[in-house]
């Protein structure tokens, strides 16, 4: 029964915003399995298309800052999941924030939306709001509007995050394994208290039953109150390394440490930012008052260690359901293959690489599909690093994202610097660039047969340059194609003929190489 003596209904009809991103994309088939009915808001509805779960929902397409679009997702919903923000979108990303929490509040009161579940951060006491990071204050912000607002909110608020492909866990991993001796930041003293995916998506799940007259936020974290650097030294047990020598300098600041993670590991600058700004004061746990409403179960929330083991479980098995690079890079191009008659007044650069194949179809495209991360890029790899450190420099992801799935692609995946835009099993692989560009850029690859019955690859790079400094770069790149393009369908093909793509280390180690030929395959 609820506060106001009406049974709370057991199943209901559940929005989720942002169900592309990292937690979105594993709340909604833990919302299956609890008997839900779930309807997913996309921008791209296409991105959701390859998930394993994508047949047993319905998909619209909209955004949150779009009324219109909302009224359509809102229709008919018991539960609306803002998962969302506007986080690295510019400087005005609070506002942005501002206005589409309002907007969201107003319409699932118009639908008649009986609750709003929101997942922010953790802030810390005793800390005046104004002092706070960007990254937390305007994720306080959205919480105290929802709370604020005509529907009954439940607002989760969370620290760090410990799953495997979270940008928390990316960010201890590779810190961890890359530097045994560490000159570390002050931030690495102060205390957090982490909490496993699995823990937070129990919350968010049981949420969706929480009694109509609550209306509250709920502070939620594991049992282990640590600061980072007993963190690093708990990673490193878990993992079986040595102990980790750690070194905490007061003048690096969380501007200047950032670029140092981002430097380090994949997580780019841009996201390491509000991660490591959010470290900078104590954020605990006050209360765990979510266990009135979603209890938990013998032996959760579970322990630091068993979240990291976990965690690692998974990525050393390859079964990374979801990561942090799941959502669009903000800022990054997002326009389809300019393919509409539109665009046939404007420039587009091709090259084109066709190679005829001593191999099935099915061995080719095996290699195409391998492609990327710890497989390589099948090509001149100095070429494909610097090209990676550039973007860096400027900001950009570089080449470090790597892949989710050692073997398999699905649309929306991150690649590298690239995004999966499409995908025909046995055929297709397309690129998008999310690499720092003047213009817009693709990668096509393709198995084929040709008119002979025999196998063709087919690669196309294209570029749809913006103004004059995007042509110049064209120019300016075009002399090293024969050696980038024409190396790699000629390493591809040659892969595809010996049967050679994406070859298991040893087992359980979660890593592949793709194999070594004249022109440098892999990297």
Same mark, same amino acid.
């Given at each position: 029964?609820?506060?106001?003596?009406?049974?709370?209904?057991?199943?209901?009809?559940?929005?989720?915003?942002?169900?592309?991103?990292?937690?979105?994309?594993?709340?909604? &088939?833990?919302?299956?399995?609890?008997?839900?009915?779930?309807?997913?808001?996309?921008?791209?509805?296409?991105?959701?298309?390859?998930?394993?779960?994508?047949?047993?929902?319905?998909?619209?397409?909209?955004?949150?800052?779009?009324?219109?679009?909302?009224?359509?997702?809102?229709?008919?919903?018991?539960?609306?999941?803002?998962?969302?923000?506007?986080?690295?979108?510019?400087?005005?990303?609070?506002? !942005?924030?501002?206005?589409?929490?309002?907007?969201?509040?107003?319409?699932?009161?118009?639908?008649?939306?009986?609750? =709003?579940?929101?997942?922010?951060?953790?802030?810390?006491?005793? =800390?005046?709001?104004?002092?706070?990071?960007?990254?937390?204050?305007?994720?306080?912000?959205?919480?105290?509007?929802?709370?604020?607002?005509?529907?009954?909110? !439940?607002?989760?608020?969370?620290?760090?995050? #410990?799953?495997?492909?979270?940008?928390?866990?990316?960010?201890?991993?590779?810190?961890?394994?890359?530097? &045994?001796?560490?000159?570390?930041?002050?931030?690495?003293?102060?205390?957090?208290?982490?909490?496993?995916?699995?823990?937070?998506?129990?919350?968010?799940?049981?949420?969706?039953?929480?009694?109509?007259?609550? $209306?509250?936020?709920?502070?939620?974290?594991?049992?282990?109150?640590?600061?980072?650097?007993?963190?690093?030294?708990?990673?490193?047990?878990?993992?079986?390394?040595?102990?980790? #020598? =750690?070194?905490?300098?007061?003048?690096?600041?969380?501007?200047?440490?950032?670029?140092?993670?981002?430097?380090?590991?994949?997580?780019?600058?841009?996201?390491?930012? &509000?991660?490591?700004?959010?470290?900078?004061?104590?954020?605990?746990?006050?209360?765990?008052?979510?266990?009135?409403?979603?209890?938990?179960?013998?032996?959760?929330?579970?322990?630091?260690?068993?979240?990291?083991?976990?965690?690692?479980?998974?990525?050393?098995?390859?079964?990374?359901?979801?990561?942090?690079?799941?959502?669009?890079?903000?800022?990054?191009?997002?326009?389809?293959?300019?393919?509409?008659?539109?665009?046939?007044?404007?420039?587009?650069?091709? $090259?084109?690489?066709?190679?005829?194949?001593?191999?099935?179809?099915?061995?080719?495209?095996?290699? =195409?599909?391998?492609?990327?991360?710890?497989?390589?890029?099948?090509?001149?790899?100095?070429?494909?690093?610097?090209?990676?450190?550039?973007?860096?420099?400027?900001?950009?992801?570089?080449?470090?994202?790597?892949?989710?799935?050692?073997?398999?692609?699905?649309?929306?995946?991150?690649?590298?610097?690239?995004?999966?835009?499409?995908?025909?099993?046995?055929?297709?692989?397309?690129?998008?660039?999310?690499?720092?560009?003047?213009?817009?850029?693709?990668?096509?690859?393709?198995?084929?047969?040709?008119?002979?019955?025999?196998?063709?690859?087919?690669?196309?790079?294209?570029?749809?340059?913006?103004?004059?400094?995007?042509?110049?770069?064209?120019?300016?790149?075009?002399?090293?194609?024969?050696?980038?393009?024409?190396?790699?369908?000629? $390493?591809?093909?040659?892969?595809?003929?010996?049967?050679?793509?994406?070859?298991?280390?040893?087992?359980?180690?979660?890593?592949?190489?793709?194999?070594?030929?004249?022109?440098?395959?892999?990297?």
């Amino acid at each position: 029964m609820d506060t106001d003596g009406q049974p709370a209904p057991e199943r209901s009809h559940c929005l989720v915003t942002g169900a592309s991103g990292y937690i979105g994309g594993r709340l909604v &088939p833990e919302l299956l399995t609890a008997g839900h009915r779930v309807r997913c808001l996309a921008r791209s509805p296409g991105t959701l298309r390859d998930h394993p779960w994508a047949p047993d929902v319905e998909t619209v397409r909209g955004d949150v800052t779009d009324a219109g679009s909302l009224d359509a997702a809102l229709r008919g919903i018991d539960v609306a999941y803002y998962l969302v923000h506007a986080l690295g979108t510019g400087a005005g990303f609070e506002e !942005t924030d501002r206005r589409a929490a309002l907007l969201f509040a107003g319409r699932a009161h118009a639908a008649g939306v009986r609750r =709003i579940v929101y997942l922010g951060g953790l802030t810390p006491r005793g =800390i005046p709001e104004a002092s706070l990071s960007p990254h937390l204050r305007s994720r306080a912000e959205v919480g105290r509007i929802f709370l604020d607002g005509p529907v009954p909110a !439940t607002v989760l608020r969370a620290a760090v995050v #410990i799953g495997s492909g979270s940008a928390s866990f990316e960010m201890l991993r590779y810190l961890t394994e890359r530097l &045994p001796l560490m000159v570390t930041p002050s931030w690495v003293r102060t205390r957090t208290q982490p909490i496993g995916v699995r823990d937070v998506l129990r919350y968010l799940t049981g949420s969706a039953a929480m009694p109509a007259g609550v $209306n509250r936020a709920f502070d939620i974290g594991g049992p282990d109150v640590l600061t980072y650097r007993e963190m690093m030294f708990r990673y490193a047990e878990v993992a079986g390394l040595r102990r980790r #020598i =750690i070194v905490p300098v007061p003048m690096l600041t969380p501007r200047l440490s950032s670029h140092w993670v981002g430097l380090v590991t994949p997580v780019p600058a841009s996201l390491a930012r &509000p991660l490591t700004e959010s470290l900078r004061h104590e954020v605990v746990c006050h209360e765990h008052d979510i266990a009135r409403y979603v209890p938990d179960p013998p032996g959760r929330p579970l322990p630091f260690d068993e979240a990291l083991a976990l965690a690692l479980r998974r990525v050393r098995e390859a079964q990374v359901a979801t990561r942090w690079s799941s959502a669009a890079v903000p800022g990054a191009p997002s326009d389809p293959l300019p393919t509409d008659p539109d665009w046939a007044g404007g420039s587009l650069y091709e $090259n084109e690489q066709r190679v005829t194949v001593d191999a099935s179809r099915q061995s080719l495209w095996r290699v =195409i599909e391998g492609i990327g991360g710890d497989n390589g890029w099948y090509s001149f790899p100095l070429a494909w690093a610097v090209r990676g450190w550039l973007d860096r420099f400027v900001g950009g992801v570089g080449l470090r994202r790597g892949r989710r799935d050692a073997e398999r692609l699905r649309v929306g995946d991150s690649l590298d610097f690239w995004r999966v835009e499409e995908i025909e099993p046995g055929h297709l692989l397309r690129l998008r660039a999310e690499m720092r560009l003047p213009g817009l850029a693709w990668l096509e690859l393709s198995a084929e047969t040709d008119d002979e019955g025999r196998t063709r690859y087919r690669q196309r790079a294209l570029f749809h340059p913006r103004g004059l400094a995007g042509h110049a770069y064209w120019w300016s790149v075009s002399p090293f194609h024969a050696v980038v393009f024409g190396g790699m369908a000629r $390493n591809i093909t040659r892969a595809a003929a010996r049967g050679t793509s994406a070859r298991r280390d040893a087992p359980g180690t979660g890593r592949v190489r793709a194999p070594r030929g004249p022109d440098g395959v892999g990297r």
